[in-house]
């Protein structure tokens, strides 16, 4: 395989790319009875379709669980900080930026995408180092909200959050330690959500540059919650306090 391409697999995932950029997709492999919704669509878009063993798809997506479906794609496209500056400035859609500290396990940062995708924030920020990348278990864990967000690789995300800061923006850390709750703050809408790593936290380094920080309430015995579902629960609360919505639905 080319250096440039990689693999993405699992239905949702494929049909997921086939909506976001269908351009980016070489080929897609079904084997067995797999298509439906992946064959139908990636035809109606022209994306050519072969069909191939179950034991070479288990070659090509490495052993793991594709559900018959696996896609040869363009290789993961990250964005600039520049981007990120300019997309923030000019979107018309709630400013809310996730920035992630170190989060090294492939399935909590998919669900961290996929969390970010579905609650308003898609702009996400992870490191080079001492993170995890958008690979193909990635993609599968965010069930494809990794090609609808807009991810950017930074060497510091200390600097980061102080050029975001220098735009307006409102740093908030979810720290477990934190006295005040996450639902006794009002989030300003241009609002940098900073997020730690599995076991530790954020840095110390990162946790000062917040403006604040909040904490989740626990009532039972366990004292916090996984990453992915902490972060899910708090990305909501914001998109709560900053939709608005009536009794009928409708954004006012």
Same mark, same amino acid.
């Given at each position: ?12 995932? $494929? =049909?997921?790319?086939?909506? +976001? *950029?269908?351009?980016?997709? %070489?080929?897609?492999?079904? @084997? /067995?009875? !797999? ?90 920020? $992870? =490191?080079?180092?001492?993170? +995890? *990348?958008?690979?193909?278990? %990635?993609?599968?864990?965010? @069930? /494809?909200? !990794? ?91 914001? =998109? ?13």
């Amino acid at each position: 395989m080319k250096a440039e391409q990689t693999v993405i697999f699992g239905t949702n995932a $494929i =049909l997921e790319k086939l909506k +976001a *950029s269908p351009e980016e997709i %070489v080929e897609i492999l079904l @084997a /067995g009875e !797999a298509g439906g919704a992946v064959e139908t669509l990636a035809e109606r878009l022209g994306v050519r379709v072969v069909r191939g063993s179950r034991d070479l798809l288990d070659r090509i997506a490495l052993g793991a669980r594709h559900q018959g479906a696996v896609a040869r794609v363009a290789a993961f496209g990250y964005r600039s900080i520049a981007e990120l500056f300019d997309d923030t400035v000019t979107a018309s859609e709630a400013r809310r930026v996730l920035l992630l500290d170190e989060i090294t396990d492939p399935r909590n940062l998919g669900a961290l995408l996929r969390c970010a995708d579905g609650a308003g924030a898609p702009h996400v920020v $992870i =490191l080079k180092d001492r993170s +995890a *990348s958008v690979t193909p278990t %990635v993609i599968k864990a965010s @069930a /494809g909200a !990794a090609h609808h967000v807009k991810v950017y690789r930074v060497t510091n995300l200390r600097q980061t959050m102080k050029q975001l800061k220098n735009r307006g923006f409102w740093l908030v850390g979810l720290d477990a330690g934190a006295q005040t709750s996450i639902y006794d703050r009002t989030y300003p809408e241009r609002l940098g959500i900073v997020l730690g790593g599995e076991g530790q936290g954020m840095r110390s380094l990162v946790r000062r540059e917040c403006d604040f920080l909040v904490s989740i309430p626990m009532a039972g015995k366990v004292a916090s919650l996984n990453v992915a579902v902490a972060g899910g629960v708090f990305l909501y609360e914001v =998109l709560r306090q900053q939709s608005k919505i009536d009794k009928g639905g409708t954004k006012r």
